[in-house]
Structures are given as C-alpha cells and as structure tokens.
C-alpha cells in the first residue's frame, strides 16, 4: 500500500520559513518523479514544484521561483519543500504527490500523478 505522509506545516509569519516533508513508503521511490501541490479554499489545485527520480531536474512555478526550494533524499525516501519569505498568499493545503518515471511526465499537471498525500497546512500571517 503506498502511503505518502506530509508534515512541517504550521503557522508562521510572513517573511518567516518553513520546511515541508513528505515520507513515502510502498513504492519504489527512487523511480518516481515527486511534486508539490496546493489548495486553499474556493481555489483550484496549484502546482508548486516537482524534482525529477534523482533530484537533476526542478520545476517552480513562477509564484514559488526564488523562494521555494524542492529536494530529495532517496535513500530516506523523501521529498522536501524548503519555503523562504513566506507570503500570505502563500497560505494553503500543501499536498505531495508521486508520478512513475525519471522526469515529471508534465511537473504542472496534477493528473499525471500515481499516488497522493492527505496534506498539511500551512498558514501565513500578514
């Protein structure tokens, strides 16, 4: 049964950071590409980042670029989401995801994903 597991949300302040994690297990992670997604109330799915099987290719989205940094650790079967000067807009449902291949089959679209997380919160305050 493959279980992708968020945590490292929480409340923090704007300009403040955070560090998100996101465990797997029952899947072979190393074979798979990893995303980063979000949700606030009455909006769409967004993407957020991806990282490619090995950690050689990242995708931000332009709303993330330079603040937002995705990492790996294949061997802990994680996936990290390091977030810097944080906004308020920037306040959401962080979920995981994980989509069979090397590289993202497209990073941005959320239904090229196999499997997904139940998501933390993260909570910006102006």
């Known amino acids: 049964q493959v279980q992708l597991v968020e945590s490292g949300g929480g409340l923090v302040e704007a300009g403040g950071s955070l560090r998100l994690s996101c465990a797997a297990s029952?899947?072979?992670?190393?074979?798979?590409?990893m995303g980063w997604f979000r949700q606030s109330p009455g909006k769409e799915r967004e993407f957020v980042s991806a990282i490619s099987f090995r950690g050689g290719s990242t995708y931000y989205a332009d709303s993330v670029k330079g603040r937002f940094t995705i990492s790996r650790d294949n061997a802990k079967k994680t996936v990290y989401l390091q977030m810097n000067s944080l906004k308020p807009e920037d306040t959401a449902v962080y979920s995981c995801a994980a989509d069979w291949g090397v590289l993202p089959t497209t990073p941005a679209n959320s239904a090229a994903y196999n499997f997904w997380g139940q998501g933390t919160q993260v909570t910006v305050s102006s």
């Open positions: 029952g899947l072979t992670f190393s074979m798979y590409s």
